[in-house]
């Protein structure tokens, strides 16, 4: 079950975060709280721009 990891900028404050594409709980931005990720069962629904994609080994 492999996977990329993206970063996402949030919209509200700009942060950049790293998470897992198929996160399988919500993700929130660590400063605002902003909902980044929102789990679906595979991808995950990305909320924000995708700054970076690092493919996971
Ligand atoms: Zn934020």
Do not use: W, Y
């Amino acid at each position: 079950m492999a996977g990329s990891f993206v970063t996402v900028a949030c919209p509200d404050c700009e942060n950049e975060q790293t998470l897992f594409e198929k996160a399988a709980s919500e993700v929130a931005c660590a400063v605002c709280g902003h909902t980044l990720a929102t789990p679906t069962g595979g991808k995950a629904t990305i909320e924000g721009e995708v700054t970076d994609v690092a493919e996971a080994r």
